[in-house]
């Protein structure tokens, strides 16, 4: 029944680089390649807000905190999509998800990143 599984988070120091991975086993192929995918993320005591997202065609988009920082990146053959983090910062420091962009999908146990020295 799971339809997300997310994996990669960590503990990192300020400056560090991570790369999640989000596979979406229970998509079919030809759905996962036209959605619209996206990374959100939830900091503590905060609500879930959306980081990136990726077109079908590989068009991308991110929130302003994040932009030249992280990229996101999709494998069509592996139903995954990626959330590459550089120069990270403690602001950083949340759950991670992924979705549809509209968050349709029953939502996975997201990957926790903290930044911290």
């Known amino acids: 029944q799971v339809h997300l599984v997310e994996s990669g988070g960590g503990s990192v120091q300020p400056g560090g680089s991570l790369t999640l991975s989000c596979r979406a086993p229970r998509m079919i192929t030809s759905t996962f390649n036209s959605a619209i995918m996206a990374w959100y993320r939830q900091p503590p005591g905060l609500q879930r807000e959306l980081v990136a997202t990726i077109t079908g065609g590989r068009n991308t988009n991110y929130v302003d905190s994040v932009k030249g920082r992280f990229t996101i990146s999709r494998d069509s053959a592996r139903k995954t999509v990626y959330l590459s983090m550089n120069n990270l910062r403690p602001d950083d420091t949340a759950v991670y998800y992924c979705?549809?962009?509209?968050?349709?999908?029953?939502w996975g146990q997201g990957t926790q990143v903290t930044v911290s020295s």
């Open positions: 979705n549809r962009e509209n968050g349709e999908l029953p």
